[in-house]
């Protein structure tokens, strides 16, 4: 599950308990429900954060769950289920009125990985974790808003490569040289305050939350266009 808490105009996501945060029907609609409620409490000079607690900032989809099903059919239907519901939760954060960042405490693996990368900034602890996209190793392509996220986020080709074609897992400092993360930091604690610092200086601008989130959907017209965002025009209010 996750908790939602509102310090000032940060507000910080984080998903609890020492398991692996792992992306099941459940635990996508306890995030995007955090979001919505976020969307709803947003003014000017709003952020959000998001963080794991544990071991793990994500692994995942929930294979066991996918596995609970008792059929391979019936595993497989779980699965493409996961990916067809976790789309509209990216959207949620591309779409959201505030900058986002993503405090990667943990191991982020596969849907993980993604849910950190679709913030719009990224601090990782040096100590633990690592960056791994699991499909090769696992046998399975990705979806095709995973591939856009990787083209539209992830610059390096060499990093692309590093993550999909290789299935390297990819510690923080690494991480990045490849400029997938902004700042390492040497443990979790260190990490979720590097975020905090950031997400404090941001809020410092007072944004209106629509404008920013609309300039952010136009850096990636490919992810918005698999994703179903549309673009909206925003005017000043004072000419």
């Known amino acids: 599950m996750c908790t939602l808490e509102k310090r000032g105009n940060i507000f910080l996501l984080t998903l609890t308990g020492d398991d692996e945060h792992r992306l099941n029907p459940t635990l996508i609609a306890s995030i995007r429900s955090a979001l919505a409620a976020v969307k709803s409490q947003a003014t000017k000079g709003s952020v959000l954060i998001t963080s794991g607690q544990g071991k793990f900032f994500s692994n995942g989809f929930d294979l066991r769950y996918a596995q609970a099903a008792g059929s391979v059919q019936g595993a497989k239907d779980r699965l493409m289920n996961m990916v067809e519901i976790f789309k509209p939760l990216v959207a949620d954060l591309i779409s959201l009125p505030m900058p986002t960042i993503a405090a990667i405490t943990g191991h982020a693996a596969a849907a993980g990985l993604m849910l950190a990368v679709s913030h719009d900034y990224i601090t990782m602890r040096s100590d633990k974790g690592v960056l791994y996209m699991s499909e090769l190793d696992i046998g399975m392509t990705l979806p095709d808003y995973f591939n856009a996220i990787f083209r539209s986020k992830i610059g390096s080709p060499s990093a692309r490569r590093a993550l999909l074609l290789r299935a390297s897992k990819v510690r ?32 410092k601008k007072k944004w209106e939350g629509k404008v920013y989130a609309e300039i952010r959907k136009s850096l990636y017209p490919e992810l918005c266009g698999i994703l179903g965002l549309k673009d909206e025009k925003v005017l000043p209010s004072r000419l």
């Open 172 to 203: 923080a400092e690494e991480a990045a040289g490849m400029g997938i993360i902004d700042s390492v930091h040497s443990n979790g604690m260190e990490t979720l305050e590097a975020a905090v610092r950031l997400g404090e200086d941001l809020s």
